[in-house]
């Protein structure tokens, strides 16, 4: 069933990728049928990720209200109502204003068919199951460049096969049921209950779909019932998922992806293709290694790791790029050997790793409460800078020549591996409320692992234990003391101190504190006894800092305390 869910779901990836493929190869025949003027081309081709930012800024409270199936539904009907009128127009503007209600359709729908994804998925398959999503894209992508060259001048049939995979997905999603977790969280648990059995394929009454309720009803606990706004996002709890959700799109779209799917042809002819058929074939050379190598990430996602695959992407794609680069700044014929070998090994690079962690990550690192709006925002990183680096490529070439724009590319890579290593948490095999539980713990983001998740590092955890609980209240007094928010936190002085005996690497970092130090002996404790464990201290005091007085009591009650996520 889980994989119907994610075919199902994949077709909205398919059309997204059409729809920004299929522009490549219609603007010839276009050419032929209309007069064109340079600003309708930018209008035209801009006209999807514009539209797209639409669709993913009403998406994120419209799939909280209306549900992730309503949404998927109307994405439906918009590709199709978008496709046909796209097919019929008899003015050039008519396509503009036909492209930006398809990216409407492809904004909604690129956010909420991989939320719709990862809260069905169980979580050992989520990345495989995320990425079905990337390789639809890939494959829209290929269908539109095939679709370009065997339909040759017949534009309004390009435009018009568009619908049919829109009409696919208004049917399917209407025998489907909405995600457990939505249903869960508007009260609907006896739906909840009946769309966990379905997806398992287990009967209701099964002892694992109780469990599993239970997990999802004890994560949903702990919010609020009113709708979550934009400004949560923000919050200190909440922004380390916004910087790896956001980041990840960012980087995504400045390593310059789209600069190669729209402009290939140029790409290749620069390189030296010369003809448009060998510049053609030579494009659908770069759709099918974007699909292949897609279906590599895919097997790599869960069993690797997003970070190792993550650093693995950003190395190859800086690499190639600087190829690309290098080979563009020369006139040697054999540097366009180099360049040319240099694209291909990008896609390859991008493709296996760049291409679906972003879309995998932004719908796993959120708190269940923000998630729709933080997938929301996460998009719209996506689309702002997908419209950017299209709109502008042509203008950069122009200034800085193909070699300067490539060089620019690279270095955005070279940032990502920085950005991987500092910022990324290890979110593979983890239960989403386990992250949740781990993200509001205010412990590092990027230090979560699986193993920390299961099993807190044995050998620390027990010799921590030799520090007696009675004697944590004394040391976090003192160590409190030495922190910028001892006003508010002092009060509350018992409280902390039985968070941080429940909090492994808390109490692991406070035994060794209290081993290192003068403390147990004299009773005082310098600044500098904080040493190596001051940033992992001063980050979980922050958090209660912050933290309102129920959260810290749910945490309590749950059994989940900040940085211990996974008693629950
Ligand atoms: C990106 C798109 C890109 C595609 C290429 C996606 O992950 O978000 O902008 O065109 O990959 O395969």
Redesign the pocket.
Known sequence: MIYLVAALAGLAGILF?FD?GIIAGALGPLRGAFTISPLDEGLMTAAVPLGALFGAMLAGRAAERYGRRAMLMAAGILFTLGAVGASMITAIWMLSAARLALGVAVGIAAMVAPLYISESAPPAKRGVLVAVY?LA??LG?LLAYLANFGLGDAWRSMFLLGALPGIALFVGMFFMRDTPRWLQARGRTGEARAALARLHGLPPSDARIDAELAQIAQAGQTESRDVARWRELAAPAVRPALIVAMGLFLL??LSG??AV?YYAPTVFKEAGFDSHSTGLMATIGIGIV?VLMTVVGMLLIDRIGRRRLLAVGFVGTAVSLSMISIGAMTESQSLDVVATIGLVLYIAAF?VSL??L??VMMAEVFPRRVRSLGMSAATLA?WGL?FLVVFLFPVLIATIGLGGVFAVFALACLTGIWFTLRYVPETSGVPLEVIEAHLLSGLPFHQLRPESAGRPNAAAAEASLALPREKTGALVAAIVMHNPYRSTLTPMLPRIAELAYENHQIRTALYAIWQDSAFARTGTLRASDLSAHKGTIWRFLEHIHYASPEFLASVREGGATPGNPNAH
């Open positions: 990728g920004e990337q894209i890939t992508i995504q779209q992806i789209n799917i974007n493709a291409g679906a972003p879309w996506n997908n």
